[in-house]
RNA sequence: GCCCGCCUAGCUCAACUGGCAGAGCACUUCACUUGUAAUGAAGAGGUUCUCGGUUCGAAUCCGAGGGCGGGCUCCA
């Protein structure tokens, strides 16, 4: 038989030929480096049969997929580790993952394992690895696997084996064994579980079985995998250096926020944090004036009337503080929509007036679980950049662009990239078949006309409209969602929203929710990871840092601030009887964009010796130059 | 909310098996008057998260609560 290699070449082999066969063909080289094999696209095993006439290719660990490979056969190899070290244990689940893979685990009772078990657990694996246990797939008719796993106990394997074969109608599995444990497995395996050349343990954490926290939780052992020690520690050293970029660590050290027990889930914004959230703030504001918005304000507690008309009594309550007040039941806003929908409501609006524009920068407070919250990512009191636009359906479409178009010029001037989602109609929803189709397509359409990529994720739509989610990722690759961009049919109708149309009679308004950065709160985590703390000027608390080198130069030093801060720029002088090595230090620690050394010489030629953050001295210049070509510079980002 | 871990000075962290609660940085004062990443000395700073228990004795052991961290679930 004969099959084709990646070089176009073919191959003649004896009938029967497997993968490796091919690969020790071709040369002994490439037969000890293979991992796998590859059949349209797909990994297999190296012991799987070939077919004449084929395509194939081998892979080795230099292919972008050999990685996750070798560490799903880690977890496998953990599996093994697990079973000896805790017997009586169950096993689950444990795919490869980004950076590494997890193993779910059912562990018998009094049995808890913390990252203090890790050395066992990492010993353990480490001899199966030594032992370069070979990875042995058979296929087995279903029934027999569900015989097999129910003798040894194993109640998550048999409920996956039952699954497969009711939902997915499968009759025969794959086993694969390596060393003394059996798994279930599509597979593929490298050959041995001496392929793993690095191998770490990383954390534990409690996962719900199914994701469903109905079902018994699991213990997590997350770890990861490399081809060599060196590209471990290269990764472990990127975990390292991706903490130093966290902002909770990092608006600590430069004073921007601080959290307390007083006020769980809620930031204390120090001035110089205030400065950059109020910056933010003047962006938003800038650009719901060149977009055509109006700025709201409304109350911040609501009769639960409002809140029962809205929807938010029965569907969100259990997210809101809700307090008494003369025996009438009072809540917080957890958003901003049903305040804007009543302001709507309390006037009348004509079709020419449309669309109507209502943004605030809303302070909002929503009772989350206490296991979710996160830094500034996920708090209860937040301020989001909120606007609902009031208008006809075929408004709609401009509408939606319109507002893509803004969140994308923002994020722009960060030099950010979101990733953009389309939900669509999930399963429990209101309104007609037509009505979602139009607003899908509408929403569809802005995307398109944008022309942005996005992903789809049907189904997942609010029950009351479609909508587009803008997500962005922190230091460590959490993904956060900052925008969003829902179609409203309900709230309109709840509220009765109107307009007069061109024919004299009430129409009904399609209500559209956006937020661009989301909440102010969050967005700044992630502008504070994304510049690891080195915020752009025009962002940064403190610009400039005059440094007098003497006493006597203080004077001079204050003068040069209160020059800089005549332009517009906000400068501090640093007074303290310290060394000028200590002030640039303390001013490098703050990442403080400029610092201006003066001295006798500066004072006398009314000069200021600049020094830029990261890159050092950068000589001296008359101080109205300097302070000319600094309000320009921190003239506000792009366009 | 659920699982696991953690909580000692403003920050980062010490304190062998239960035996007088410490250091560096920051802060205050004094001296030094400084030229591009830490001048020196002295001083002050504690409900060891809270409450309860065990013990002659608890930062340390046990229980409950709070907060934080990593995940899971949730997240109009």
């Not at 191959?11 to 480096?33: F, N, Q, S």
């Not at 977890?75 to 795919?95: D, K, M, N, S």
């Not at 029962?308 to 809700?322: L, P």
């Not at 900052?482 to 509220?495: K, N, W």
Request: glycine share 8%; with cysteine.
């Amino acid at each position: 038989m004969k099959v084709q290699l990646p070089s176009g070449d073919w191959l003649e082999l004896p009938d029967g030929a497997t993968y490796a066969d091919a690969a020790e063909a071709i040369g002994p080289g490439l037969a000890r480096a293979a991992l796998a094999g590859r059949r349209n696209g797909e990994l297999v095993d190296l012991s799987a049969a070939l077919e004449d006439g084929q395509p194939i290719s081998i892979v080795t660990a230099k292919d972008p997929e050999a990685l996750a490979l070798i560490r799903h056969d880690a977890a496998h190899v953990l599996a093994t580790a697990a079973l000896e070290l805790y017997p009586g244990t169950q096993v689950t689940i444990g795919p490869p993952i980004e950076d590494g893979f997890y193993y779910d685990f059912d562990f018998p009772d009094g049995v808890k394992v913390t990252d203090g078990d890790f050395e066992r657990l990492e010993q353990q694996v480490r001899e199966h690895i030594r032992a370069q246990e070979r990875f042995e797939r058979t296929d087995v008719p279903a029934g027999e696997a569900l015989e097999r796993f129910r003798e040894q106990g194993q109640d998550y394997k048999v409920e996956l084996i039952e699954d497969l074969v009711s939902d997915r109608g499968v009759e025969t599995v794959s086993l694969y064994r390596n060393g003394p444990f059996l798994d279930l497995c599509r597979g593929p395996h490298a050959p041995d579980t001496g392929r793993i050349k690095a191998f770490k343990l990383l954390s534990v954490a409690g996962a719900y079985w199914r994701g469903d926290e109905r079902r018994p939780m699991l213990t997590r052992i997350y770890g990861t995998a490399f081809f060599s020690k060196g590209d471990l520690d290269e990764h472990l050293e990127r975990l390292e250096q991706a903490r130093a970029r966290d902002h909770r660590r990092l608006g600590r050290e430069l004073e921007l926020f601080r959290f307390s027990e007083v006020s769980p889930g809620a930031a204390f914004w120090l001035p110089r944090g205030t400065v950059v959230f109020n910056r933010l703030l003047e962006l938003t504001r800038d650009k719901w004036r060149e977009y055509g918005y109006e700025e709201v304000k409304t109350p911040q507690l609501y009769d639960a009337e409002l809140w029962r008309t809205s929807g938010h009594w029965d569907k969100y309550r259990e997210h809101m503080f809700v307090t008494e007040a003369e025996d009438r039941s009072m809540g917080l806003k957890p958003m901003n929509c049903p305040g804007h929908a009543h302001l709507y409501a309390s006037g009348r609006h004509s079709y020419r007036d449309l669309p109507v524009r209502y943004a605030e920068p809303g302070l909002l407070h929503r009772n989350e679980p206490s296991g979710t919250l996160h830094g500034l990512m996920r708090v209860r009191h937040f301020c989001q950049d909120d606007a609902h636009i009031f208008c006809s359906e075929d408004q709609i479409e401009d509408e939606v662009i319109a507002c893509l178009d803004m969140g994308l010029d923002i994020y722009e001037i960060f030099g950010m990239e979101a990733r953009i989602e389309l939900s669509t109609r999930p399963e429990q929803r209101i309104g007609t078949d037509a009505m979602w189709d139009r607003a899908e397509a509408a929403l569809r359409g802005a995307l398109e006309h944008r022309g942005v990529s996005y992903e789809l994720n049907v189904g997942d739509g609010a029950f009351y409209g479609p909508k587009i989610d803008l997500h962005m990722v922190d230091s460590l690759g959490r993904s956060w969602q900052v925008g969003t961009v829902q179609l409203d049919y309900s709230m309109p109708e709840r509220f009765e929203l109107e307009y007069t149309g061109a024919d004299n009679s009430e129409h009904r308004p399609v209500m559209i929710h956006r937020a661009l950065l989301g909440s102010l709160e969050r967005f700044i985590g992630i502008l504070i990871e994304h510049y690891a703390g080195e915020l752009p000027l025009w962002l940064a608390p403190v610009q400039a840092l005059v440094l007098p080198i003497a006493d006597r130069h203080e004077s001079y030093a204050e003068r040069v601030a209160e020059r800089l801060a005549e332009a517009g720029l906000r400068a501090e002088a640093d007074g303290r009887t310290e060394s000028v090595g200590r002030k640039i230090r303390d001013g490098e620690l703050r990442k403080v964009p400029y610092m201006l050394v003066v001295g006798d010489s500066e004072q006398q030629g009314g000069e200021v010796a600049v020094r830029r953050h990261g890159e050092g001295n950068l000589g001296s210049r008359p101080l109205e130059d300097f302070a000319r070509a600094l309000a320009d510079e921190a003239r506000p980002r792009k366009r």
